[in-house]
């Protein structure tokens, strides 16, 4: 028998790329988290670890290359070469028929605050390890029209 010598990176030995939030989403994202402790204390501890783990900038700051909540991302399946573009918000405004992805769903919570170029690991609901590479963002168009 051969042995298999395929070798998935442990959670603690992925190096988690770096991520970019506003003080904005920051602030509103963090409330959702501990808001969904007792419902899914899971996926709201991993969203906390990422908000930990996040450089936290103003709006003006925030790099056009970041995910944010509005932000359109591409992102593609390393293994099958399959892109999907999704639009990051928040879970009032989810429609996976229309490609827009809650900001509280593990592939939400793994994008956000990522940069084009950024890998990630990703487990799927199968348990299989895909590895997953941000390839473009862009944000949501503003008028800068002030209403009355």
């Avoid at 969203?47 to 450089?55: Q, T």
């Avoid at 990522?114 to 862009?138: H, I």
Wanted: include cysteine.
């Amino acid at each position: 028998m051969i042995a298999d010598n395929t070798h998935f990176p442990t959670k603690h030995e992925i190096h988690q790329p770096r991520i970019v939030i506003s003080v904005d989403d920051f602030a509103h994202i963090e409330a959702l988290a501990e808001a969904a402790m007792q419902r899914n204390p899971a996926l709201a501890e991993r969203l906390l670890d990422e908000l930990s783990r996040a450089c936290i900038v103003t709006a003006e700051e925030m790099p056009k290359t970041a995910v944010g909540i509005g932000s359109s991302v591409t992102y593609k399946d390393e293994a099958s070469g399959q892109e999907r573009r999704v639009t990051l918000v928040y879970p009032d405004e989810a429609d996976i028929a229309r490609q827009r992805i809650s900001v509280m769903t593990p592939i939400g919570v793994a994008l956000l605050g990522l940069s084009e170029g950024a890998a990630f690991y990703w487990d799927t609901r199968n348990d299989q390890r895909l590895m997953l590479t941000v390839t473009q963002v862009e944000q949501p168009v503003t008028t800068g029209i002030v209403g009355d």
